[in-house]
């Protein structure tokens, strides 16, 4: 069996206000692993590593989980930081009336389980990672830059689709590759 690192997950497009935050962070020199703009994503649901043969199964779960959602729109706004302020690991865009998304990963994690990926338990909280963070390095230049854009609205954004991705990690970074794209 052929295996492969997964996730299922709506692309963003990295709008030039996005890529201006990345490189506001990156002026902060905090200690900050940034997301490639064009990787930029909404993750349904972490598969981890999934054999070849569940593909089709995937996908078909993922147009089940689909069928009575039509294209729609979010907002990304404002930014933060998981898990909290004095231990920050993520630095996040979030997402408003992001309701549909969370009924598609809803539907997507409880039909998964049914055929053995692991349920998630906690609550799904949509949100874009633009930023994992190493090291407490510059950690208060880190949050005047995130407070600056903590009620800015980056951009209005048409969902049609969600992907099936293969990540391969690299040194460089990780690569993705979609291998199955389900329409709304």
Known sequence: MIKFRGFIAVDIDAKPVIVQFLKDITS????VKL???QNIHVTLKFLGDVQDDKIDQIEQIMKD???EVKPFTVKLIGTGVFPNKNYIRVVWIGIQDAENIVTI????NEKLSQIGFKKEK???SAHLTVGRVKTAK???VLLKTIEKYRNFEFSIQEVNS???KKSE???KGPIYTTLKEVKL
């Open 35 to 37: 997301v490639e703009p």
């Open 138 to 140: 510059n950690k208060e």
């Open 28 to 31: 902060s020199n905090a200690d």
């Open 162 to 164: 969600i992907k099936l």
């Open 105 to 108: 990963s809803g539907n997507i």
């Open 169 to 171: 990690l690299t040194p």
């Open 65 to 67: 989980s689909v069928e």
């Open 122 to 124: 906690r609550g799904f």
